[in-house]
């Protein structure tokens, strides 16, 4: 599975759009990203994926870029409850399931 | 609401315990997971399960076993706890899909090994 880079801290102000980047540079054509997320203290939780078009569901939006090197998680409002370590993962399909959790983001949202 | 329970949240035990970490999911799915999660280590596959009494070694199995007698529960076994298994475990499921992945994570054991 592709390696990703994200960066370990951003803060974001309360009610405002969070912006999570991701580097996949070596992402391979049958890659799906995935993010997920952990809460302080909670078990990690599913946000969104995608394959190379945007996605949106009531969590997030994902943008993946048209090489696909590099996306986007956006939190259109963020709230204090959205603080939490968000993790990029790339992985293929065939991989039995597996995920391979990196070091993540640290996102603190502020009032 | 789909749930993963994990026997308990906080545990202690000595060296050379047996130690069992329970998990329970109601989505009867048939992926469950056991990993471990450490500081500037990330969360780490210990040993996997696609079905009943079938378990797959994950990237750390070493010193670890596990069991699945029946599909909605997947125990992790510390068959002799030593000092570096002191971690957070977390189990996890997820359906035999091929085009979706979402595995539903447990809130986690902290074990403490003493």
Same mark, same amino acid.
């Given at each position: 599975?592709? @390696? ?11 009610? #405002? ?13 049958? *890659?799906? %990203? ?8 909670? &078990? ?7 394959? @190379? ?12 870029? *048209?090489?696909? @090197? ?14 939490? %370590?968000?993790?990029?993962? %790339? #992985? %293929? ?9 990196? *070091? &993540? ?7 | 609401?789909?749930? $993963? ?6 545990? $202690? ?5 047996? $130690? ?6 109601? /989505? ?20 996997? =399960? ?24 997947? =125990? ?11 971690? /957070?475990?977390?189990?996890?499921? =997820? ?20």
């Amino acid at each position: 599975d592709a @390696k990703t880079t994200q960066p370990p801290s951003m803060d974001c102000a309360e009610g #405002r759009a969070a912006n999570l980047p991701c580097n996949h540079s070596t992402i391979s054509g049958n *890659e799906y %990203v995935y993010w997920y997320r952990q809460i302080h203290s909670q &078990g990690p939780q599913y946000i969104i994926h995608g394959l @190379k078009n945007n996605e949106t569901n009531e969590m997030a939006s994902l943008i993946i870029t *048209e090489d696909r @090197k590099s996306s986007t998680l956006i939190l259109p409002h963020a709230t204090l409850r959205d603080t939490a %370590v968000y993790y990029c993962i %790339v #992985r %293929v399909e065939t991989s039995g399931s597996r995920l391979t959790f990196g *070091e &993540g983001t640290q996102l603190t949202v502020n009032p | 609401d789909v749930k $993963v329970t994990q026997s308990s949240r906080y545990l $202690v035990k000595r060296t050379g315990e047996k $130690v069992f970490l329970e998990c329970v999911q109601d /989505m009867d799915h048939e992926n469950m997971f056991w990993y471990r999660q450490d500081p500037g280590l990330g969360l780490r596959l210990i040993y996997f =399960s696609y079905d009943v009494k079938m378990k797959e070694k994950g990237d750390i199995p070493e010193g670890y076993s596990v069991s699945r007698e029946k599909k909605e529960r997947f =125990s992790l076994i510390l068959e002799s706890a030593s000092t570096n298994q002191t971690s /957070m475990y977390l189990c996890a499921s =997820s359906l035999w899909d091929r085009t979706t992945y979402e595995q539903y994570f447990g809130p986690g054991t902290r074990l403490t090994v003493t």
